[in-house]
C-alpha cells in the first residue's frame, strides 16, 4: 500500500468544459501508506456567472467566488501535489477532462499519470449495492457524509470510501483476486494496477482461507448455510389473548398491543384448521405481515405442513427475509425453515459461468458483470440475479449464464453447487416457502412444477393477484426483444452466432452437407431482419390509422378487431405471416445443424459446448417468438383480447403486440382455488364500500364458501387526515385538458407553498403529469422546491422515493405505480393531491374488453367493472399518506365528481371515516397553516 493517492473532487459551473463551463472549488485529499495524509480545498472564481440551479446544488454563490482566486493561479499548486500520484475521482473522467481543459488554459501540459475510477471500483467489489452514487455509498458503508455537492466534503468521503475498498480488496482470497486480475486490463481505469499489487501480496503470504470460504474450481464461493429441519414437539397454538401478546413481545422492541393483528391470526389459523378460504382485508398498521406469519408457522409446525406465502413484488419477498422473519425467529424457540424460490432464470449456472471466463473477446459491459459476479460468488448465499445490481449490458451477459436446462455442457461437478436445486430441495422441506404471484402462477401452468406440492397458501397483496394472472395467461411481443434475439444470431459476415457454428461444422468436417446451406440461410436471416422491421412498423401503422381519442397522446393502445378487415389489418397479417414462416424456417435449419453437431459430441470442446448451450437457448426463444406470433396475430378463433401498444414519438422502437384472456375466473377457480385447502388472501384494499363482492367475481370465487374479515386500520384517522374537495376548480368533464391544467397548477403552487413540499401528486395519465409538472418549473414560482416526476426525473421508484425524502421542501409526481406500495412514513409527506379518480380510459384495451363482456352477460359494466376497479385504486392512494400511528396529513381530491356525482359516496365509503370539507383555495390556505 505504499502507493500516493490523491482524491479529487471538482464543482464546476456545468457538465462540459469544451463548452465552456469552468471550475467553480477545488477540494483534495492525499493518501499515503494506506492513510489519509492532507487536504487541499479553494474556491475558484470561474470568470463567469453561477448559473442558478449549480448554485441551489452546491451552495456557492457568486459572492462567494468574487475574491477567490482563478485556476490558473492554482494549477502549480495541483500539478505538484499529482506529481507521482494516482489521480482518483468519483466518475474520474468527468473530473479528469475539467482538469486537463484547466491546466491547458493556464499553460501546463495537463495530468498523464495513472487513474482510479471510485465508481468503476466500487462496482467491483460492491455488486449488490443499490446504486453506486457516493452518497449511496457512503451510506451503505457508513461514512459521515454532511455536505454533499461541495468538493472538499465528495473527496473526502471519496478517500474514505477508496480506503475501505482497498482493505476489501486485501480480505480476498487468492483466486478471487487472481480472476479479477486477469480480467481487469479491460477496464477503463488503471485498477489493473491495484489488482496487480494485492496479487503479488496475496502470492507473498500464506493464506488461511475463511471458514465460510470454499474453492471449486479456481472459484471462490460461500459456503451454503445449512438449517436442518429437526424433529421437535410440536408447539401448542396460542389460543389466548396474552399468550399471543407474549409472543409478539419477544419479537418487537417497541410492541404495542394491537387487536386486529390478535385477531387476524386467529382468522387465519382458523381457516387453515378448518380447510377454508379465507379473504382479508387488514387496514394500514395492523402490522398484516406478522399476523399471517405467526399462524403460519404454527400450522405448518402443528401438521406437517409446508405453507406458501407469496406477494406481488420482490421488495415485499426481500422485505419479508430481512426484516420480518429475523423478527419471527425471535419469537420461537424451534428453528423455522424459511426458504425464498424464485424462476430457474433467476440463478446462476455455474458450469457456464466458469467456460465463460475462458472467453476473452469481451466487451467493457461484460468484463465488468464478470469482474461483479467473482465477487459476488464470495457472499451470496442464493446465486440469485436479484442481488446483483449489473447494467443493462451485464444483463446480456447474464442471459448466456443463467440456469436452465443444459443440452450441451453436462457439467455434473457443479451438480453440488446448483443454486437453483439446492433452493428447491431445500424448499422440499421447509415450513415457509415465500415467492411472488408470478412464480405461483407460473406452477399452475408448467409441466414440471417448481413449488414443492403444497395445500396451504397465503396471498399478500391479492388484490394484484388477477392483473398478475391475466399477464400470466397472457402473451406479448415487443420489437426490442426480437431484434436483440436476431442481433445475437446475426448475420454470418457479422461473426455472431450463426457464424460460429457454420465454422464449428466446416471444423468437425460435418460442414460439406451444409455448405451450400450457409449463402441461403444467410439469406434467410438478413429477410427475417427486414421483415421483423415490417411488421412492427405495419403494427405501429395500424395504430396511428386507429388513433380515435386525440387526447390520447403519445404512448397508446388500440385493439386488434376479431375478423382480419381494413388495408392496415390486412397488410399487418401478411407481414406476420411472412416473419412466422421464416422464423420457422431458421429454427428448423438451426435443429439440423444441432443433430448433425450431436454426432461429433465427443469432438467439441468446452467454449464449443457453451456457445452451443447459448445458441440452443436462442432458439427456445426463436421458436417461443413464433409462437407467440402466430397466436397473437394469426389465429383467428378471437377467444382472446389482443392489442398493439406504441409509443408515437418512437413507433417502431416501443411497440409490443399483446393478448390475453379478457376472464380468467374460471381458470383461477378450477387450476387454483379448487386445487388447494385453504388460500387465505390479505390486502389494505379488497372491499368497495364494505364488500369483498367485486374481488371475489374477478377471482372466480364468487360461490365458494369463503371466510371474509374486515379488519380496520387502528389508525384514528379522524383527528390524523383531513380530506378536502377544493370548489373553485372546474368540473373535469366540462372544459379543455389544458384548461384543468393550467387550473389545477395554480392550486397546486398554493398548496406547496402552505405545505412547504412534503407532497406527494398521483395523477392518472403519464400525459398530465409531463403538462403539469412543465407549467410549475416554467412559472419559477417554486424554484427552492425539488420537484421529482416519475418518468422525467432518471430513476426507479423506489429511488426517486428516496430523492423525495431527501429534500426539505420537494414534490413527488407518481403515476400509475405511485399509487400503491410507496411508503414514506412520518414527516416526510404530510400532503397528497389525488387529481382525479382513477378511471382507466374507456379506449383502453382490456378495460373495453371486460365491459364487452359484462353486456354481453346482461351485467352494467360501469356497476361491476369500471366503478369497483376505480375505487380499489382510490383506496390505495389514499393509503399513502398515513403509514404511522402518528403521522398527520391533508388528503386533496380535485375531481369534484367525488362529492357531486350518485357514484362519488362509493369512493369516500371505501375509506376510513375521515372529516371531509369543502371550500375555496383562498379558505384552504390558512387551513392548511393551521392544521400543519
Known sequence: ??????????????????????????????????????????????????????????????????????????????????????????????????????????????????????????????????????????????????????????????????????????????????????????????????????????????????????????????????????????PAYPYGREEKQNLLAKALAAFEVRNGQLEMMDQIFGAFEDGRHAMIEAGTGIGKTLAYLVPAVFF????????????????????????????????????????????????????????????????????????????????????????????????????????????????????????????????????????????????????????????????????QF?????????????????????????????????????????????????????????????????????LFKAASLFVKRKKINPSLKNRIQIRLPDRVEGREWQALYASAERFSFMLRDVVIAIEQRFSLVERYRNQLNQEEKLFLEELFILKEELESARRTARDLILDRNGKNLRWI????????????????????????????????????????TLTVEDSFKYIKQELGIGDMPLIEVKIPSPFRYQEQVELIVPDDLPEIKTVSEDEYIAAITEHIISIAEATEGRMLILFTSHDMLRKTYELIKESGLLEDFALIAQGITAGSRSRLTRNFQRFDKAILFGTSSFWEGVDIPGEDLSCLIIVRLPFSPPGEPLTEAKCEHIRQRGGNPFSEYSLPEAVLRFKQGFGRLVRTSTDKGIVFVFDRRVLTTSYGRAFLQSIPPVPVRKASIDKIIPFIQRWL
Open 466 to 534: 388477477e392483473k398478475v394472472a391475466g399477464r400470466y395467461f397472457g402473451k406479448s411481443l415487443d420489437y426490442l426483444s426480437v431484434r436483440l434475439l436476431l442481433n445475437q444470431l446475426g448475420q454470418y459476415e457479422q461473426g455472431h452466432l450463426f457464424h460460429k457454428l457454420e465454422k464449428l461444422l466446416v471444423r468437425l468436417g460435418a460442414g460439406a452437407s451444409f455448405n451450400e446451406h450457409t449463402y441461403k440461410l444467410n439469406e434467410i436471416i438478413s429477410g427475417l431482419q427486414y421483415e421483423t422491421d415490417q
Open 645 to 684: 401498444e406504441t409509443d408515437l414519438r418512437a413507433v417502431q422502437n416501443f411497440t409490443t403486440i399483446s393478448g390475453r384472456p379478457v376472464d380468467i375466473s374460471d381458470h383461477l377457480k378450477e387450476r387454483f382455488f379448487e386445487a388447494k385447502s385453504s388460500v387465505v388472501l390479505t390486502s389494505a
Open 300 to 463: 405448518s409446525k402443528i401438521y406437517r405442513k409446508t405453507i406458501v406465502v407469496s406477494t406481488f413484488t420482490t421488495q415485499l419477498q426481500h422485505q419479508l427475509l430481512v426484516n420480518d422473519l429475523p423478527k419471527l425467529r425471535a419469537m420461537f424457540d424451534f428453528p423455522i425453515k424459511a426458504v425464498l424460490l424464485k424462476g430457474r432464470n433467476h440463478y446462476i449456472n455455474l458450469a457456464r459461468f466458469e467456460q465463460s471466463l475462458k472467453e476473452e473477446d469481451d466487451n467493457y459491459d461484460t468484463t465488468l458483470s464478470k469482474m461483479q459476479i467473482i465477487v459476488w460468488l464470495t457472499e451470496t448465499e442464493t446465486g440469485d440475479i436479484d442481488e446483483l445490481n449489473l447494467s443493462s449490458g451485464g444483463m446480456i451477459y447474464w442471459n448466456k449464464i443463467k440456469n436452465g436446462e443444459s443440452t450441451f455442457i453436462q457439467a455434473k461437478h457443479w451438480d453440488a453447487w446448483d443454486f437453483y436445486l439446492r433452493a428447491r430441495k431445500e424448499a422440499e422441506n421447509a415450513d415457509l416457502v415465500i415467492t411472488n404471484h408470478s412464480m405461483l402462477l407460473s406452477d399452475l401452468n408448467s409441466e414440471g412444477s417448481y413449488l414443492p406440492e403444497y395445500e396451504y397458501a397465503v396471498l399478500d397483496e391479492a388484490h
Open 1 to 234: 500500500m505504499g502507493n500516493k493517492f490523491v482524491v479529487v473532487d471538482l464543482e464546476t459551473t456545468g457538465n462540459s468544459p469544451k463548452k465552456g463551463d469552468r471550475i467553480i472549488q477545488v477540494g483534495a485529499v492525499i493518501i499515503e501508506d494506506g492513510r489519509i495524509t492532507g487536504q487541499y480545498t479553494s474556491l475558484v472564481n470561474p470568470g463567469q456567472p453561477i448559473p442558478a440551479f449549480i448554485e441551489e446544488l452546491t451552495g456557492i454563490s457568486d459572492e462567494m467566488v468574487n475574491d477567490a482566486p482563478a485556476f490558473s493561479d492554482i494549477a502549480k499548486d495541483m500539478i505538484e501535489m499529482l506529481d507521482g500520484a494516482f489521480f482518483v475521482a468519483h466518475n474520474v473522467f468527468f473530473d479528469l477532462g475539467f482538469l486537463q481543459e484547466e491546466l491547458q488554459n493556464a499553460g501546463f501540459e495537463g495530468f498523464y499519470g495513472h487513474i482510479i475510477d471510485t465508481v468503476e471500483l466500487s462496482r467491483i467489489l460492491f455488486p449488490t449495492a443499490d446504486g453506486y452514487k457516493l452518497s449511496d455509498l457512503a451510506v451503505r458503508e457508513g461514512i459521515s457524509h454532511d455536505r454533499p455537492h461541495q468538493a472538499d466534503s465528495d473527496a473526502y468521503v471519496t478517500a474514505e470510501l477508496l480506503l475501505i475498498m482497498l482493505s476489501r480488496l486485501n480480505e480476498f482470497p487468492h483466486t478471487t483476486v487472481k480472476s479479477l486480475c486477469k480480467l481487469s486490463a479491460g477496464l477503463k481505469s488503471d485498477l489493473y494496477m491495484l489488482f496487480d499489487e494485492a496479487l503479488q501480496r496475496k502470492e507473498r503470504e500464506l493464506e488461511e482461507l475463511p471458514q465460510d470460504l470454499e474453492i471449486m474450481r479456481g472459484i471462490a464461493l460461500k459456503r451454503p448455510f445449512q438449517l436442518v429441519k429437526t424433529d421437535h414437539k410440536s
